[in-house]
């Protein structure tokens, strides 16, 4: 019996594909990025700045600074509030050096840190003004976690007014954890702002920019889409707290700083220095998309702060300006130089247009308050730019009387896309893989804009971006792309994390000052996303679509540009499944096709700084004979195959 049972469990079962019939076109927005500041992903992040509370705009305005004294050094530090002149960057310090000998100065311990690599050239600028007969020059000193200096330059403010100054050195020594020391020598006192440090070497090296590492494994995503800002940092907790756009370009001293919404979000993940100071702004965030093949897809605050905080809402007679804060953004994307908007995108550095086609109104919003301003909101651009999609939300759950209220009423009002989250175990996403089966075809396309699995609970903090998850997300993709008619954008959520500094778990890429590493999560999407084709045509087991009967789930498509036939199979049993796919088409196919395998690990298995390709994809071939492919999947395993036409 025990024989019988094997050679029954090795018989290959067969699957039919019927490449010739288009079931569903895969948009090009497909499989996209949620990018969202929580977790430290600007500020000590993606957006490249070393020094934290740079412009002394957090609540303690000396956050992150410590008078630092030497050889007998003295002085004293004074914060100068010029709220009257400068409302958005309303705060300075006067640094007064009291004896000729010695040192004195300030450190800055950096977001959890300073990362710093040997031979990199750094970049320390200041803004400064020195009174009359003042003789006060700097020395900028890198130090590493025992002290030793592992970089120097020395600059001398020399104007009474204020003025920009910069040195530039190179880095003699690898820190993780470094900090930064401004020393004052001379005699008199000087005026500081905006004191900051950046690698020189950037994404596409610009100065001031964004980490090369984690902008990079975005791009090797090959997204469809980029969301920004968020999220709940669009809504804000208040409305004061609230994401505005137009205070994320320009001049960077004159972005105002915000607390960061996560600040104080969670009490087990308490991060009182999380603040907000738009360096990675709207410009940058547009030039990013457009960097790496992303179309831009903005999320803009309707008039509602987040409903699990406080919920304050703008009177409808006083949502004027942030309907007029949506159609000024369409203009600054696509609007030409004799436009307002237009003409300050190309004064900025871009005179050619963003190509804006998707806007959001709204994060994660439900209730008769929300519908009453999506209709002001959507009038009003529509009116303006007929072509531009709206990204509606449709609340914060998957299910419920608030998600059926919202989804009934943007199906009667014809409404573009559908926004639908859903954080949730493992075995909802297996078991959810024929979610939108049955789906209107002629309603509102889906986007599939926040979802992850959760390996504890939702928001648990010891929730892990493990195999299991993984694995549940590569079943439940099938589904999103067996229904591309209906779901045309997804996205994981969120994106980053700081190993030291987060505040939210599972997440797409973790990283420290110095290092990042893609998770099992990571792969899947990108698997997903490299492999999506251009049409979906039928997979079949006895006339069925495979979603789940007997632990398989798989989906085809076929890509007219390059000409091949694509195929993902996911098993999620702990048995090895050997599998034929016999291939019904007019096209014949290359003997040989490519197979990217991930999978057969642990289900707690995970990525980490250490062992980042713990979990990682494995390319290979197998032969391919006339229109049959014949292949093992192993267990728990996610398999990509690729086949040319002849």
Avoid at 188 to 212: C, E, I, Y
Avoid at 357 to 373: A, D, S
């Amino acid at each position: 019996m025990a024989a019988l049972a094997t050679a029954q469990a090795q018989t290959p079962k067969v699957y039919t594909i019927e490449a010739d019939k288009v079931k569903a076109h895969v948009e090009p927005t497909m499989y996209g990025i949620f990018f969202e500041d929580i977790n430290l992903a600007a500020d000590g992040g993606v957006y490249a700045e070393l020094v934290k509370n740079r412009s002394f705009e957090f609540d303690s305005h000396l956050a992150g600074w410590k008078e630092q004294q030497k050889n007998g050094g003295k002085g004293s530090v004074a914060v100068i509030d010029r709220t009257a002149e400068r409302p958005e960057n309303a705060h300075t310090i006067k640094v007064n050096v009291e004896s000729s000998t010695g040192s004195f100065g300030l450190s800055n311990e950096g977001f959890r840190g300073m990362g710093i690599k040997k031979g990199e050239g750094y970049s320390f600028t200041v803004t400064a003004r020195k009174p009359a007969g003042s003789l006060v020059k700097l020395i900028v000193e890198l130090h590493n976690a025992k002290g030793t200096v592992i970089g120097t330059g020395t600059l001398t403010p020399t104007s009474a007014d204020w003025k920009k100054y910069n040195v530039k050195f190179t880095a003699t020594a690898t820190e993780n954890k470094a900090s930064l020391y401004v020393w004052l020598k001379g005699k008199g006192s000087v005026d500081l702002d905006m004191v900051s440090l950046f690698p020189q070497h950037t994404w596409k090296n610009r100065p001031a920019g964004l980490r090369a590492d984690l902008v990079q494994k975005l791009a090797d995503m090959k997204p469809g889409f980029l969301r920004f800002p968020g999220g709940c940092i669009v809504e804000g907790r208040d409305l004061v707290n609230r994401y505005q756009w137009k205070k994320s370009i320009g001049d960077i001293d004159k972005r105002e700083n915000i607390i960061n919404r996560w600040n104080t979000e969670f009490k087990h993940r308490p991060t009182p220095d999380y603040y907000q100071t738009f360096g990675l702004g709207f410009m940058e965030y547009f030039m990013t998309a457009e960097d790496i093949g992303a179309s831009p897809l903005p999320i803009l605050n309707c008039g509602m702060a987040c409903q699990f905080n406080t919920g304050q809402l703008v009177p409808i007679d006083q949502l004027d300006p942030y309907v007029q804060d949506a159609l000024d953004l369409v203009e600054f994307a696509n609007g030409g130089p004799e436009t307002k908007w237009g003409k300050l995108r190309a004064d900025l550095g871009h005179p050619k247009p963003f190509n804006l086609k998707m806007l959001g109104v709204g994060n994660e919003q439900w209730g008769e308050q929300y519908i009453e301003r999506w209709k002001i909101f959507t009038k009003a651009i529509k009116d303006k730019y007929p072509y531009i999609k709206i990204i509606s939300s449709v609340g914060p759950y998957a299910e419920g009387e608030e998600f059926n209220r919202l989804d009934k009423f943007f199906r009667g009002m014809n409404a573009d896309i559908l926004d639908e989250h859903y954080y949730k175990a493992p075995k909802w996403f297996l078991d959810n893989a024929k979610r939108y089966d049955n789906y209107d075809r002629k309603g509102p396309k889906i986007f599939a804009g926040e979802y992850a699995a959760q390996s504890v609970a939702t928001g648990s903090p010891d929730n892990k971006n493990n195999w299991e998850c993984a694995l549940a997300e590569a079943a439940f993709m099938t589904g999103l792309e067996r229904n591309a008619d209906v779901v045309n954008m997804a996205s994981y959520a969120p994106l980053f994390a700081h190993v030291d500094g987060w505040q939210w778990t599972p997440d797409l890429i973790w990283f420290d000052n110095l290092r990042s590493y893609a998770t099992p999560d990571y792969y899947v999407q990108q698997l997903y996303s490299l492999n999506k084709g251009t049409d979906v045509v039928p997979l079949l087991n006895n006339g069925e679509m495979v979603s789940g009967e007997e632990g398989a789930y798989a989906t085809a498509s076929i890509d007219k540009k390059n000409k091949e036939l694509i195929i993902k199979f996911v098993n999620t049993t702990d048995k090895a499944k050997p599998v034929t796919f016999n291939i019904e088409s007019a096209a014949a196919y290359q003997k040989t096709a490519t197979v990217t395998t991930l999978g057969n690990y642990k289900k707690d298995a995970v990525n980490s700084l250490d062992a980042p390709k713990a979990v990682a994809p494995v390319k290979s071939t197998t032969v391919v004979s006339g229109k049959l492919v014949k292949v093992t999947v192993e267990p728990a395993t996610f398999k990509v195959i690729r086949l040319k036409m002849i």
